[in-house]
């Protein structure tokens, strides 16, 4: 061999090499009956806040407090989805997805959260919608709690009180027996951790409680685990024989790495980001009991801090049965990553400079993360089925509907995912886009828009304008995935626009852009 040519090999195998999977874009699809969906929550989208016979719930008395929310803004009229189920059915239909999935406001069926006193209503708000999306062929992914508790179990000790697993149960149940012939996936709770730290920790979201914030959402995060024990349980013995849907919980989580990948100590804290994020669920759901990481760091603090006990409660062994093995699949809902460190007082989070900001602070763009997690959650929950139920990024300020920042994060982030399941065979059975249209982003307000469908808040009648990426997504789901450009005959061919940008240039246009 000449040298120039040993040396030009050297190169395209160094190159090879040196580029990791993490750089390069896979080409692939994903199963043949990949659940591809976009997602809303009702508080965030329906408004219709004192309709027909609703009542309260935490966070209508939340907004309506004083400077708990950005400008002031509230979910009474939010997108207006109470009086807008064909416009929220077409566009679902645009997208071609086909799964929805949205949650139920249990003070809509439930004014005052129990079975006393049932409102018809607002069952039949729900059933016009699934009637709706069966008529055009979608199929419903419906969460139970995403958050908008009534406030009526709130007046009595929300969860807190080891009562609301009883009421979440009868609620539970009745939502089974009267919208189950027409459910085949049920989520039981959005993002526990954001109930009991937000909502019982911090305070930051409704209900607003920080009275304690070391002990209560350890107390909530207990009663929130047999409350989905329980409705899945109900679930498996009552109906799923006769309706022969599935249902579990959905998870969120950052990934985290340590800030220093040299340090054992930034590895330790790493894992115990995850195993307190993930994991304070996801391990009695599906490996039985908190893992030991979390009671030995608990009960090592506590007492430490001269408590007689652990903060964090016990299950009894009986529990602890009960609880494991309450599922059918893996929810999770994914945004962004952490470098982790220790510091006194727990696990300090960072973000690296290199990570893109998007429209919200906590928000940065590491779509390497996705993956990671998902073989974390093949790994150390027995390879389940995983259906992604959230994933997505915000911008704020200005209005552009050429949105190629979010392009450029479903092109990379469901990239990543699509490596998890071709090259680490992780079971991945669904993929959902938050959010459907922009809405009410909690304490944000609507400031920060998560939306695939821009809402148009200065026209009354709210329309739903598509933004660029609707056009992307739509092609992503028709693909199932991403052809192989060279294989010629692929849909993706024929997209236009912003996605043909390479990489380094759409970084540019992100950065301008926010
Ligand atoms: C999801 O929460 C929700 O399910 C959905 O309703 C929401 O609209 C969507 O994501 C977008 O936020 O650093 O104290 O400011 C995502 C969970 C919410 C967790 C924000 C981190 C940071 C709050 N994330 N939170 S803070």
Redesign the pocket.
């Known amino acids: 061999f000449p040298v120039a040519v040993l040396v030009e090999i050297c190169v395209f195998f160094l190159h090879e090499i040196c580029t990791h999977d993490d750089e390069k874009m896979l080409y692939g699809h994903f199963r043949e009956d990949f659940m591809w969906s976009s997602a809303s ?1 009702s508080y ?1 989208i329906e408004g219709g806040w004192r309709a027909d016979g609703k009542g309260l719930s935490i966070w209508d008395k939340f907004a309506h407090s004083p400077s708990k929310i950005l400008n002031d803004d509230n979910g009474d009229i939010a997108c207006d989805s109470y009086n807008k189920i064909e416009e929220d059915v077409a566009i679902l239909k645009q997208l071609k997805v086909s799964h929805y999935r949205f949650s139920l406001s249990w003070s809509r069926v439930l004014p005052d959260g129990t079975i006393n006193n049932i409102n018809e209503a607002g069952i039949k708000y729900y059933q016009r919608l699934l009637d709706a999306l069966h008529a055009a062929n979608i199929q419903p992914q419906v969460t139970l709690y ?2 908008d508790l009534p406030q009526a179990i709130e007046d009595y000790g929300g969860f807190l009180n080891e009562n609301f697993i009883k009421l979440f149960r009868d609620y539970a149940d009745l939502m089974f027996d009267r919208l189950g012939d027409k459910v085949k996936i049920w989520i039981t709770f ?2 526990p951790i ?1 109930t009991a730290n ?1 909502g019982y920790g ?1 305070g ?1 979201f409704a209900p607003g409680i920080s009275s304690g914030p070391d002990t209560l959402p350890y107390i909530v995060g207990h009663n929130l685990i047999k409350a989905h024990a329980e409705a899945w349980h109900l679930y498996n013995d009552k109906y799923r024989a006769k309706q022969n849907g599935i249902i579990s919980i959905t998870v ?1 989580s950052d990934w985290s790495e340590p800030r220093n990948p040299y340090r054992q100590e930034d590895y330790d804290a790493a894992r115990r980001v995850v195993e307190f994020y993930l994991g304070w669920f996801a391990h009695p759901i599906f490996n039985g009991d908190y893992s030991e990481i979390m009671k030995k760091r608990i009960r090592d603090r506590s007492l430490a801090a001269g408590l007689p006990q652990s903060r964090l409660p016990e299950f009894t062994p009986e529990e602890i049965k009960r609880i494991k093995g309450t599922h059918d699949f893996f929810g999770l ?1 994914h ?1 962004t990553s952490v470098l982790a460190f220790p510091v006194d007082h727990g696990d300090a989070q960072i973000s690296d400079r290199t990570w893109l900001d998007t429209g ?4 940065k763009i590491a779509p390497f993360g996705i993956r990671r997690l998902l073989n974390f959650i093949k790994n150390e929950y027995g390879n389940p089925p995983i259906v992604i139920t ?1 994933n ?1 990024v ?1 911008e704020r300020g200005t209005v552009d509907l050429n949105d190629v920042h979010r392009i450029y994060y479903y092109d990379q982030y469901i990239n990543e995912v699509l490596k998890a399941y071709l090259l680490d065979g992780v079971d991945v059975r669904g993929y959902t886009a ?2 459907l249209m922009d ?1 009410l ?3 944000a307000g609507f400031s ?1 828009r ?1 939306g695939l469908f821009y809402v148009n808040r200065t026209d009354p009648n709210l329309p739903r304008v598509p933004k660029s990426s609707v056009n992307f997504y739509t092609k992503m789901v028709k693909c199932n995935g991403f052809p192989d450009p060279e294989s010629g005959h692929d849909v993706l061919d024929d997209v236009t626009g912003p996605e043909l940008l390479l990489p380094s240039a759409l970084n540019l246009t992100v950065i301008n852009m926010l």
């Open positions: 929550a965030q995403h958050w959005n993002e954001m937000h911090f930051s969120n809902n945004y919200s602070s906590w928000l959230e997505g915000s938050w959010s809405n982003e909690w304490t920060e998560f």
